[in-house]
Protein backbone atom coordinates (compact mmCIF):
# COMPACT_ATOMS: atom_id res chain seq x y z
CA UNK A 1 0.00 0.00 0.00
CA UNK A 2 1.29 3.31 -0.97
CA UNK A 3 0.78 5.67 2.23
CA UNK A 4 1.13 9.78 2.49
CA UNK A 5 1.52 10.59 5.89
CA UNK A 6 1.74 14.24 6.47
CA UNK A 7 3.97 15.85 8.95
CA UNK A 8 6.15 13.04 9.03
CA UNK A 9 9.09 14.81 10.58
CA UNK A 10 6.78 15.22 13.97
CA UNK A 11 6.45 13.46 17.02
CA UNK A 12 3.48 11.08 16.00
CA UNK A 13 4.26 11.45 12.30
CA UNK A 14 7.44 9.72 12.53
CA UNK A 15 6.78 6.72 15.17
CA UNK A 16 3.46 6.52 12.09
CA UNK A 17 5.61 6.44 9.28
CA UNK A 18 8.42 4.00 11.34
CA UNK A 19 5.70 1.31 11.74
CA UNK A 20 4.12 1.46 8.49
CA UNK A 21 7.91 1.35 6.41
CA UNK A 22 8.55 -1.44 8.81
CA UNK A 23 5.10 -4.12 7.31
CA UNK A 24 6.16 -3.62 4.21
CA UNK A 25 4.44 -0.47 3.03
CA UNK A 26 5.50 2.59 0.84
CA UNK A 27 5.66 5.55 2.46
CA UNK A 28 5.96 9.26 0.80
CA UNK A 29 6.47 11.75 4.26
CA UNK A 30 6.08 15.43 3.85
CA UNK A 31 6.93 17.77 6.66
CA UNK A 32 7.55 21.75 6.18
CA UNK A 33 10.35 21.81 8.96
CA UNK A 34 8.85 24.42 10.75
CA UNK A 35 10.66 26.17 13.52
CA UNK A 36 8.31 26.08 16.41
CA UNK A 37 10.52 24.17 17.95
CA UNK A 38 13.72 22.09 17.51
CA UNK A 39 14.59 21.59 13.41
CA UNK A 40 16.92 19.19 14.57
CA UNK A 41 14.85 17.25 16.40
CA UNK A 42 13.11 16.39 13.05
CA UNK A 43 15.87 16.46 11.37
CA UNK A 44 17.00 13.27 13.63
CA UNK A 45 13.25 11.94 13.66
CA UNK A 46 14.08 11.60 9.78
CA UNK A 47 17.02 10.16 9.98
CA UNK A 48 15.71 6.90 11.84
CA UNK A 49 13.23 6.23 8.65
CA UNK A 50 16.21 7.41 5.87
CA UNK A 51 17.88 3.89 5.89
CA UNK A 52 14.23 2.41 4.44
CA UNK A 53 14.20 1.72 0.77
CA UNK A 54 10.48 1.78 1.14
CA UNK A 55 10.21 5.82 2.98
CA UNK A 56 11.08 8.77 0.88
CA UNK A 57 10.63 12.37 2.29
CA UNK A 58 9.40 15.99 0.94
CA UNK A 59 10.01 18.73 2.52
CA UNK A 60 6.75 20.97 1.62
CA UNK A 61 4.03 23.19 3.42
CA UNK A 62 0.74 21.76 2.91
CA UNK A 63 -0.91 25.02 3.20
CA UNK A 64 1.21 26.42 -0.45
CA UNK A 65 -0.63 26.31 -3.38
CA UNK A 66 -0.50 23.56 -5.24
CA UNK A 67 1.75 21.63 -2.99
CA UNK A 68 -0.36 18.84 -1.91
CA UNK A 69 -2.05 19.18 -5.21
CA UNK A 70 1.19 17.86 -7.02
CA UNK A 71 2.09 15.01 -4.38
CA UNK A 72 -0.77 13.57 -4.65
CA UNK A 73 -0.40 13.34 -8.84
CA UNK A 74 3.15 11.92 -8.24
CA UNK A 75 2.58 9.33 -5.85
CA UNK A 76 -1.61 8.18 -6.32
CA UNK A 77 -1.66 7.39 -2.22
CA UNK A 78 -3.90 4.75 -1.12
CA UNK A 79 -4.10 5.74 2.30
CA UNK A 80 -3.21 9.18 3.41
CA UNK A 81 -2.38 9.78 7.39
CA UNK A 82 -2.57 13.19 7.62
CA UNK A 83 -0.69 14.28 11.04
CA UNK A 84 0.48 17.77 10.21
CA UNK A 85 -0.68 20.67 12.23
CA UNK A 86 0.44 23.43 14.29
CA UNK A 87 0.20 22.21 18.02
CA UNK A 88 -0.01 23.60 21.21
CA UNK A 89 -2.88 25.17 22.91
CA UNK A 90 -1.29 27.91 24.99
CA UNK A 91 1.13 28.44 21.76
CA UNK A 92 -1.86 29.42 20.07
CA UNK A 93 -3.01 32.29 22.61
CA UNK A 94 -0.28 34.46 21.07
CA UNK A 95 0.58 33.65 17.59
CA UNK A 96 -3.21 32.25 15.70
CA UNK A 97 -1.97 32.85 12.34
CA UNK A 98 0.31 29.54 11.94
CA UNK A 99 -3.27 27.89 13.08
CA UNK A 100 -5.34 29.39 10.67
CA UNK A 101 -2.65 28.59 7.57
CA UNK A 102 -1.39 25.31 8.44
CA UNK A 103 -4.47 23.42 10.18
CA UNK A 104 -7.33 25.35 8.15
CA UNK A 105 -6.44 26.37 5.11
CA UNK A 106 -3.71 23.11 4.23
CA UNK A 107 -6.49 20.92 5.42
CA UNK A 108 -8.38 21.99 2.83
CA UNK A 109 -5.84 21.77 0.54
CA UNK A 110 -5.30 18.29 1.49
CA UNK A 111 -9.51 17.81 1.52
CA UNK A 112 -9.61 19.34 -2.13
CA UNK A 113 -6.69 16.55 -3.11
CA UNK A 114 -8.38 13.85 -1.57
CA UNK A 115 -11.67 14.75 -3.61
CA UNK A 116 -10.41 14.35 -6.96
CA UNK A 117 -7.42 11.64 -6.39
CA UNK A 118 -9.90 9.59 -4.08
CA UNK A 119 -7.91 7.59 -1.65
CA UNK A 120 -8.97 4.37 -0.16
CA UNK A 121 -9.10 6.22 3.37
CA UNK A 122 -7.94 9.44 5.00
CA UNK A 123 -7.34 9.44 8.51
CA UNK A 124 -6.78 12.84 10.30
CA UNK A 125 -5.64 14.00 13.49
CA UNK A 126 -8.27 14.85 15.81
CA UNK A 127 -7.66 16.13 19.60
CA UNK A 128 -8.99 15.36 22.66
CA UNK A 129 -8.89 19.32 23.31
CA UNK A 130 -12.13 19.58 21.15
CA UNK A 131 -14.03 18.14 23.67
CA UNK A 132 -13.06 21.66 26.06
CA UNK A 133 -14.23 22.26 29.33
CA UNK A 134 -17.01 18.99 29.57
CA UNK A 135 -17.79 18.03 32.79
CA UNK A 136 -18.80 14.28 32.18
CA UNK A 137 -15.78 11.77 31.95
CA UNK A 138 -15.24 9.65 30.26
CA UNK A 139 -14.94 11.76 27.30
CA UNK A 140 -16.91 9.77 24.51
CA UNK A 141 -17.14 10.36 20.83
CA UNK A 142 -21.22 11.48 20.87
CA UNK A 143 -20.99 14.19 23.49
CA UNK A 144 -21.21 17.68 22.29
CA UNK A 145 -18.17 19.27 21.44
CA UNK A 146 -19.55 22.76 19.84
CA UNK A 147 -17.69 25.09 22.84
CA UNK A 148 -14.14 24.70 22.11
CA UNK A 149 -11.56 26.83 25.03
CA UNK A 150 -8.90 27.54 23.13
CA UNK A 151 -8.08 28.41 19.34
CA UNK A 152 -5.97 24.98 18.88
CA UNK A 153 -9.51 23.21 19.46
CA UNK A 154 -11.48 25.19 17.42
CA UNK A 155 -9.26 24.43 14.44
CA UNK A 156 -9.44 20.81 15.18
CA UNK A 157 -13.24 20.60 15.54
CA UNK A 158 -13.34 22.46 12.22
CA UNK A 159 -11.13 19.96 10.68
CA UNK A 160 -14.02 16.86 11.86
CA UNK A 161 -16.59 19.35 10.40
CA UNK A 162 -14.61 20.06 6.71
CA UNK A 163 -13.82 16.28 6.49
CA UNK A 164 -17.56 15.30 7.84
CA UNK A 165 -18.58 17.59 4.59
CA UNK A 166 -16.49 16.21 1.82
CA UNK A 167 -16.89 12.74 2.82
CA UNK A 168 -20.75 13.41 2.49
CA UNK A 169 -20.08 15.33 -0.40
CA UNK A 170 -17.39 13.23 -2.26
CA UNK A 171 -17.93 9.27 -0.85
CA UNK A 172 -13.51 8.99 0.59
CA UNK A 173 -13.80 7.27 3.61
CA UNK A 174 -12.54 9.45 6.09
CA UNK A 175 -11.44 8.88 10.09
CA UNK A 176 -10.70 11.67 12.89
CA UNK A 177 -8.83 10.52 16.14
CA UNK A 178 -8.90 12.29 18.74
CA UNK A 179 -5.58 11.86 20.47
CA UNK A 180 -5.03 12.23 23.99
CA UNK A 181 -1.49 13.44 25.61
CA UNK A 182 0.65 11.37 23.49
CA UNK A 183 4.07 10.91 25.47
CA UNK A 184 7.40 8.56 25.07
CA UNK A 185 10.64 8.63 22.97
CA UNK A 186 10.91 11.55 20.86
CA UNK A 187 8.20 13.51 22.08
CA UNK A 188 7.96 17.29 21.47
CA UNK A 189 10.20 19.67 23.54
CA UNK A 190 6.72 21.69 24.42
CA UNK A 191 4.94 18.57 26.34
CA UNK A 192 5.60 18.11 29.95
CA UNK A 193 7.52 14.88 29.71
CA UNK A 194 10.59 16.97 27.86
CA UNK A 195 9.84 20.19 29.73
CA UNK A 196 9.92 18.84 33.16
CA UNK A 197 12.81 15.77 32.60
CA UNK A 198 15.12 18.90 31.42
CA UNK A 199 14.05 20.91 34.39
CA UNK A 200 14.19 17.89 36.64
CA UNK A 201 17.74 16.82 35.56
CA UNK A 202 18.95 20.35 35.57
CA UNK A 203 17.70 21.33 39.31
CA UNK A 204 15.43 23.73 37.82
CA UNK A 205 11.89 24.04 39.26
CA UNK A 206 8.58 22.69 37.01
CA UNK A 207 5.58 24.32 36.70
CA UNK A 208 2.74 22.73 38.10
CA UNK A 209 -0.72 24.00 37.14
CA UNK A 210 -4.41 24.83 38.68
CA UNK A 211 -1.24 24.11 41.77
CA UNK A 212 -1.49 20.36 41.11
CA UNK A 213 -5.30 19.55 40.80
CA UNK A 214 -5.28 18.29 37.41
CA UNK A 215 -5.53 14.98 35.68
CA UNK A 216 -4.23 13.82 32.29
CA UNK A 217 -5.40 10.86 30.12
CA UNK A 218 -1.21 9.96 29.55
CA UNK A 219 -1.14 7.90 26.02
CA UNK A 220 2.05 5.82 25.11
CA UNK A 221 3.36 6.54 21.77
CA UNK A 222 3.59 3.16 20.84
CA UNK A 223 0.11 2.75 21.51
CA UNK A 224 -0.77 5.62 19.44
CA UNK A 225 0.64 4.13 16.70
CA UNK A 226 -0.37 0.79 16.77
CA UNK A 227 -3.99 2.26 16.85
CA UNK A 228 -3.39 4.61 13.66
CA UNK A 229 -2.17 1.71 11.56
CA UNK A 230 -5.18 -0.33 12.88
CA UNK A 231 -7.77 2.30 11.56
CA UNK A 232 -6.07 3.32 8.11
CA UNK A 233 -6.93 -0.78 7.51
CA UNK A 234 -9.98 -0.21 7.87
CA UNK A 235 -12.69 2.51 6.31
CA UNK A 236 -15.54 2.64 7.53
CA UNK A 237 -18.76 1.70 5.39
CA UNK A 238 -20.77 3.79 6.68
CA UNK A 239 -23.13 6.02 4.79
CA UNK A 240 -21.17 8.48 4.56
CA UNK A 241 -18.18 6.45 5.62
CA UNK A 242 -16.97 8.85 8.31
CA UNK A 243 -16.05 8.25 11.64
CA UNK A 244 -14.55 9.60 14.90
CA UNK A 245 -12.51 7.76 17.52
CA UNK A 246 -10.96 8.91 20.97
CA UNK A 247 -7.52 7.35 21.03
CA UNK A 248 -6.08 7.29 24.89
CA UNK A 249 -5.14 5.27 27.52
CA UNK A 250 -8.38 5.50 29.29
CA UNK A 251 -6.92 5.69 32.56
CA UNK A 252 -6.70 9.40 33.72
CA UNK A 253 -3.35 10.02 36.06
CA UNK A 254 -3.18 12.80 38.33
CA UNK A 255 -0.88 15.42 37.89
CA UNK A 256 1.17 14.52 41.25
CA UNK A 257 1.47 10.96 40.18
CA UNK A 258 2.55 11.69 37.14
CA UNK A 259 5.64 13.73 38.81
CA UNK A 260 6.31 10.99 41.22
CA UNK A 261 6.78 8.61 37.79
CA UNK A 262 9.15 10.82 36.23
CA UNK A 263 11.22 11.39 39.21
CA UNK A 264 11.63 7.57 39.89
CA UNK A 265 12.28 6.79 36.16
CA UNK A 266 15.08 9.80 36.06
CA UNK A 267 16.11 9.05 39.52
CA UNK A 268 15.79 12.91 40.83
CA UNK A 269 13.61 14.78 43.11
CA UNK A 270 11.50 17.77 41.34
CA UNK A 271 11.07 21.24 42.79
CA UNK A 272 7.55 22.46 42.12
CA UNK A 273 6.61 25.55 41.26
CA UNK A 274 2.59 25.95 41.82
CA UNK A 275 0.67 28.00 39.85
CA UNK A 276 -3.15 29.12 38.59
CA UNK A 277 -4.89 27.47 36.07
CA UNK A 278 -3.73 28.67 32.68
CA UNK A 279 -6.28 29.90 29.52
CA UNK A 280 -6.90 27.57 27.57
CA UNK A 281 -6.65 24.61 29.76
CA UNK A 282 -9.06 21.91 31.04
CA UNK A 283 -8.70 20.06 34.94
CA UNK A 284 -9.22 16.65 33.24
CA UNK A 285 -9.29 14.03 30.53
CA UNK A 286 -10.24 10.78 29.94
CA UNK A 287 -10.37 8.60 27.01
CA UNK A 288 -13.81 6.44 26.33
CA UNK A 289 -12.52 4.09 23.98
CA UNK A 290 -14.70 1.60 23.48
CA UNK A 291 -15.76 2.49 19.60
CA UNK A 292 -11.86 1.93 19.05
CA UNK A 293 -11.60 -1.52 20.36
CA UNK A 294 -14.57 -2.57 18.83
CA UNK A 295 -13.68 -1.43 14.96
CA UNK A 296 -10.23 -2.38 15.04
CA UNK A 297 -9.88 -4.80 18.23
CA UNK A 298 -6.74 -2.45 19.88
CA UNK A 299 -7.16 0.16 22.34
CA UNK A 300 -4.28 1.97 23.92
CA UNK A 301 -3.17 0.35 27.35
CA UNK A 302 0.69 1.26 28.06
CA UNK A 303 0.85 1.65 31.88
CA UNK A 304 1.92 5.35 32.66
CA UNK A 305 5.20 4.07 34.70
CA UNK A 306 6.23 1.94 31.94
CA UNK A 307 6.06 4.45 29.47
CA UNK A 308 8.05 7.16 31.18
CA UNK A 309 10.50 4.45 31.47
CA UNK A 310 10.93 4.20 28.22
CA UNK A 311 11.04 8.18 27.81
CA UNK A 312 13.53 8.73 30.81
CA UNK A 313 15.87 5.88 29.03
CA UNK A 314 15.42 7.90 25.70
CA UNK A 315 15.79 11.10 27.11
CA UNK A 316 18.97 10.71 28.84
CA UNK A 317 20.56 8.91 25.83
CA UNK A 318 19.66 11.53 23.35
CA UNK A 319 20.75 14.44 25.39
CA UNK A 320 23.52 12.52 26.97
CA UNK A 321 22.52 12.95 30.40
CA UNK A 322 24.40 9.90 32.78
Known sequence: MRVLVTGAAGFIGMHCAQRLVERGDTVVGVDNLSDYYSVDLKKARLQRLA????????EL???????????FQEIRPDAVLHLAAQPGVRYSLEHPEPYFQTN????????????????????????????????????SETDNVDHPVSLYAATKKSNELL????????????????????????????MSPMLFAK????GKPIPV????????????????????????????????????????????????RYIEALEQALGRKAILEMKPMQPGDVKATCA?????????????????????????????????HG
Open 209 to 256: FNYGDMERDFTYIDDIAEGCVRVIDKPSDGAPPYRIFNIGNHQPVKLA
Open 104 to 139: LVGFGRLLEACRHHKPKHLVFASSSSVYGSNQKMPW
Open 163 to 190: AHAYCHLYGVPMTGLRFFTVYGPWGRPD
Open 199 to 202: AILE
Open 51 to 58: PARNFRFV
Open 288 to 320: DTAALREAVGFAPSTPLEAGLAKFAAWYRNYHR
Open 61 to 71: DIAAPTAVERV
